[in-house]
């Protein structure tokens, strides 16, 4: 793709700009990202991918009137698929959210058929809606992922540049079957620069690969620009790669930003994720 092409897409984004709220419902105001851009980058040959996934969004901030203009708040769940053509960009997402705010709606089911249809048509995939009262939310503890958690090594970190070749040589001749967690990952915005923070699960059947690698690699991400899912999938197709496991799973969940948590999975098996709350969202 052309540097000047990547640049009309970038200028198109909101976060980097000034907007004003809309009081209507509008459609255009959601800004899409083509997912094959990143995919052709790391090598990946858009659509026929090596694995499943999901991007679930989280809405902390979903609110509009009843047919009486009384306040209704709803904390929404949104799934978007991996196999989709776009992704929303997550700013635009809050401004068209907060466009509802004086709404009317007669019933709940009208507002979530009309994010339905909207995110749709503006990813090209079927997307999937679900609003939650919040006595229905309240219930839900704090979780964690399961795991051995690799954070706690005894390793001194002097570079924070992106590097794949952390995991080169990495995986042994001993096969295993294990979930490695760590808290430390952070990248950044590519637009606004502004840190973005999650906690990542990866769990894989194969040659056993040494935590002190797979950590330097993680956390070499902690200046590298990039989105949520494209994050996620560089995570996952650089496992693959270097350490070339039967089966592998990455699940990141971010820190809400703007209301909103992005929680991306990608897996090469059969895969059903917890939508689990973790301690820092």
């Given at each position: 793709?052309?540097?000047?092409?990547?640049?009309?897409?970038?200028?198109?984004?909101?976060?980097?700009?000034?907007?004003?709220?809309?009081?209507?419902?509008?459609?255009?105001?959601?800004?899409?990202?083509?997912?094959?851009?990143?995919?052709?980058?790391?090598?990946?040959s858009?659509p026929?991918?090596?694995?499943?996934?999901?991007?679930?969004?989280?809405?902390?901030?979903?609110?509009?009137?009843?047919?009486?203009?009384?306040?209704?708040?709803?904390?929404g769940?949104?799934?978007?698929?991996?196999?989709?053509?776009?992704?929303?960009?997550?700013?635009?997402?809050?401004l068209?959210?907060?466009?509802?705010?004086?709404?009317?709606?007669d019933?709940?089911?009208?507002?979530?058929?009309?994010?339905?249809?909207?995110?749709?048509?503006c990813?090209?995939?079927?997307?999937?809606?679900?609003?939650?009262?919040?006595?229905?939310?309240?219930?839900?503890?704090?979780?964690?992922?399961?795991?051995?958690?690799?954070?706690?090594?005894?390793?001194?970190?002097?570079?924070?540049?992106?590097?794949?070749?952390?995991?080169?040589?990495?995986?042994?001749?001993?096969?295993?079957?294990?979930?490695?967690?760590?808290?430390?990952?952070?990248?950044?915005?590519?637009?606004?620069?502004?840190?973005?923070?999650?906690?990542?699960?990866?769990?894989?059947?194969?040659?056993?690969?040494?935590?002190?690698?797979?950590?330097?690699?993680?956390?070499?991400?902690?200046?590298?620009?990039?989105?949520?899912?494209?994050?996620?999938?560089?995570?996952?197709?650089?496992?693959?790669?270097?350490?070339?496991?039967?089966?592998?799973?990455?699940?990141?969940?971010?820190?809400?930003?703007?209301?909103?948590?992005?929680?991306?999975?990608?897996?090469?098996?059969?895969f059903?994720?917890?939508?689990?709350?973790?301690?820092?969202?």
């Amino acid at each position: 793709m052309t540097i000047n092409k990547k640049n009309k897409i970038k200028n198109n984004f909101m976060l980097n700009k000034n907007v004003i709220y809309t009081k209507k419902r509008n459609r255009n105001i959601l800004k899409v990202i083509p997912r094959n851009i990143h995919r052709e980058i790391i090598g990946l040959s858009f659509p026929k991918m090596p694995f499943l996934g999901n991007d679930i969004w989280t809405l902390y901030e979903l609110s509009w009137l009843n047919s009486k203009g009384l306040p209704q708040i709803s904390i929404g769940k949104v799934i978007f698929n991996a196999d989709s053509k776009n992704i929303i960009e997550s700013k635009s997402l809050k401004l068209y959210l907060h466009s509802f705010n004086k709404m009317k709606f007669d019933n709940w089911s009208d507002i979530r058929q009309i994010l339905e249809y909207d995110l749709s048509i503006c990813t090209e995939s079927k997307v999937y809606v679900s609003l939650f009262r919040l006595n229905e939310i309240k219930v839900q503890s704090i979780n964690h992922f399961n795991g051995y958690c690799i954070d706690e090594q005894d390793i001194e970190i002097k570079d924070y540049c992106i590097n794949s070749n952390y995991l080169c040589g990495a995986a042994s001749n001993k096969m295993v079957k294990e979930t490695l967690v760590s808290h430390l990952f952070k990248s950044n915005c590519p637009i606004t620069n502004q840190p973005d923070w999650a906690s990542i699960m990866i769990s894989y059947k194969g040659l056993s690969i040494n935590y002190e690698a797979i950590l330097r690699y993680l956390i070499s991400f902690r200046n590298h620009n990039e989105f949520h899912e494209q994050c996620v999938e560089r995570i996952f197709n650089d496992i693959s790669y270097f350490c070339y496991p039967e089966e592998l799973t990455v699940y990141a969940r971010y820190t809400r930003r703007g209301g909103i948590d992005i929680n991306p999975w990608r897996s090469n098996i059969p895969f059903a994720p917890t939508c689990l709350r973790l301690v820092r969202q």
